[in-house]
Antibody, heavy 116, light 109 residues
Framework: QVQLQQWGTGLLRPSETLSLTCAVY????????WSWIRQPPGKGLEWIGEMNRFGSTNYDPSLKSRVTISLDTSRNQFSLKLTSVTAADTAVYYCARGPLGEASLWGQGTLVTVSS | NFILTQPHSVSESPGKTITISCTRS????????VRWYQQRPGSPPTTVIYDDDQRPSGVPDRFSGSVDGSSNSASLTISGLKTEDEADYYCQSYDTRWVFGGGTKVTVL
């Protein structure tokens, strides 16, 4: 059974860079898009971006200038970097796998708090 | 780009049927597939409907999805409500970028 397991720094100060990694177990990168979605506390889901194994990326326009999604196929992992974080970036961050434009498998979520 | 609007909350008794709407602001609802996710507190979302009206394996047939071009809306219907259906439900579509609805909190009284 394919599983996604994610990890990363949970507490950041304003202006720092958020860095999260998601490992893919019992599955490959072929044929899927690999995405990051976030959910601020008590609020709804927000899409961050997606990438396929060929390196084609698609980011939400509001975050595009600060976001990088990358794949490491040798380690079966993909990562999220978000620069210059503020309190507004405080959220539970999820990694996900799916066809283009949707998530059919989700990671467990990582709470990232930005506070001085 | 477009916005997907959902009711903030829906409440109903066990055994009853509810329908959650998801209205697209601009462009046709039929232009892009709609998905519905269920999210219980403290857990990641799971798909209950994809491609407008398809159920993933393991999702009870009490869950059904539809799209109505005349109202430019998608709908998620849950029949025979159970207490375990109490959760937040999000619609989502894709048109060069993902768009989520604001979510609907379902309470089973």
């Amino acid at each position: 059974q394919v599983q996604l397991q994610q990890w990363g720094t949970g507490l950041l100060r304003p202006s720092e860079t958020l860095s999260l990694t998601c490992a893919v177990y019992n599955g490959s990168f072929s044929g899927y898009y690999w995405s990051w979605i976030r959910q601020p506390p008590g609020k709804g889901l927000e899409w961050i971006g997606e990438m396929n194994r060929f390196g084609s990326t698609n980011y939400d326009p509001s975050l595009k200038s600060r976001v990088t999604i990358s794949l490491d196929t040798s380690r079966n992992q993909f990562s999220l970097k978000l620069t210059s974080v503020t309190a507004a970036d405080t959220a539970v961050y999820y990694c996900a796998r799916g066809p283009l434009g949707e998530a059919s498998l989700w990671g467990q979520g990582t709470l990232v708090t930005v506070s001085s | 780009n477009f916005i997907l609007t959902q009711p903030h909350s829906v409440s109903e008794s066990p055994g009853k049927t509810i329908t959650i709407s998801c209205t697209r602001s601009t462009g046709s609802i039929t232009s892009n597939y709609v998905r519905w996710y269920q999210q219980r507190p403290g857990s990641p979302p799971t798909t209950v409907i994809y491609d407008d009206d398809q159920r993933p394996s393991g999702v009870p047939d009490r869950f059904s999805g539809s799209v109505d071009g005349s109202s430019n809306s998608a709908s998620l219907t849950i029949s025979g409500l159970k207490t375990e259906d109490e959760a937040d439900y999000y619609c989502q579509s894709y048109d060069t970028r993902w768009v989520f609805g604001g979510g609907t909190k379902v309470t089973v009284l």
